[in-house]
């Protein structure tokens, strides 16, 4: 857990110097002096076993957490250490995280991208302490602390012991990125039958029985609502919920040419927005962004899915968004979602459409999606531009 390294100081040359002392004492048979060295003698060695000893002490305890909150929000580090029978005085404690979120109520430095904040620290033995700092979230992103480090003072001599905790700590900070609205409407019904509400549909959804009328001719018999039929002596029929497919593929192309494009941070918020208006309205989203990915699929992909663990997953992978992140070919992108059947509206595209792209788009409108692109703040269809 711990990685010790032990600086001296004048520690080697001064227990040199005791040494050489404490023999010239005893062949002059000056044993008062020699019970002098050798008890500082034993002060120095117990000092180098007291610092040696720390890292089986004191334990870190390390469990997976994830604090979500959006910028300007403040929560805080929460650091729980366990000790056991060897207490520490007068150390510090330095923790470095990334610098998209700050700490408050204390100093702290900036470099390379990392906070770093310094504070003391003690623990008495057989004692659990909690270490608490404070912080502001200042932009989006992911948060971890990168470094914690301890620097542990001897009880005799100048000599100073460096604990470097060396695990992943679990804990994270996830800053979910602000909102930017988005006018224009979006909603898009396909011709088929779904699971949206919608009274202009022409499908039915028989699992869906909202209400009854009385019957007419031409009802099938086993739409009839037997138990309104004996309730008003009259034949009832069954009326069910209209409903249609209504889904939208959310796509970020954030790449412009061979690199990340100037406006990310607008990008991010508006695909925010588009996120939240879809769990809102109770709309089934995907999301994709042309960013290289290490898991099972080469790009970001959040599958189609809607409701709160949507929204939440969804928000979590626009706050990762990284410029530092390896680019994938937007059509390619698109090519590989084309493949699978999907039971879509509408697709929205955030970012520039290169002209590589055109003929994937069209394999979208045959099946029926209707494609459309957030120009400024505002989503317009774009059907024209590909239709030969």
Known sequence: MWKTDIIDGQLSRTRIVFIIFAIMAFFLYQYLLLAVFCLFLLFFHLSIFYLKSIHKSLTLINEMKSIRVFPGEQTSWKLSFRNGLIPIFKGSLTIAFDANIQPTGTEFTVHSDLAEVSIPFAVFPNEEKEVTIPIETVKRGLARIRKIELMIPSLFGSETAILEFNEIFKQEIIVYPLQREVNGDVENERMVTGFHPSPQSLFSDPLQTIGT?????????????????????????????????????????????????????????????????????????????????????????????????????????????SVDSFPFPFSSMLFHENKKNHRVSTIIILGEIPSDANAVIQLFMKKGIRPTQVKGNTVKGVDRLWIS
Not at 220 to 227: R, T
Not at 241 to 251: A, D, G, L, P, Y
Not at 285 to 293: E, I, K, P, Q
């Open 213 to 321: 009328r009385e019957y007419r001719s031409g009802d099938g018999f086993q739409n009839i609502h037997w138990k309104a039929t004996a309730r008003t002596n009259e034949l009832q029929t069954k009326i069910f919920e209209k409903t249609t497919e209504m889904s939208w593929i959310i796509v970020l192309n954030v790449i412009d040419r061979h690199s990340v494009v100037a406006d990310l941070e607008e990008m991010i918020e508006q695909a925010a927005f588009l996120v939240n208006t879809a769990f809102i309205k109770e709309i089934p989203f995907s999301l994709l962004v042309n960013l290289r990915s290490f898991g099972d699929n080469p790009y970001f992909l959040l599958p189609l899915g809607e409701g709160p663990k949507q929204r939440q997953k969804a928000m979590e992978m626009l706050a990762v968004i």
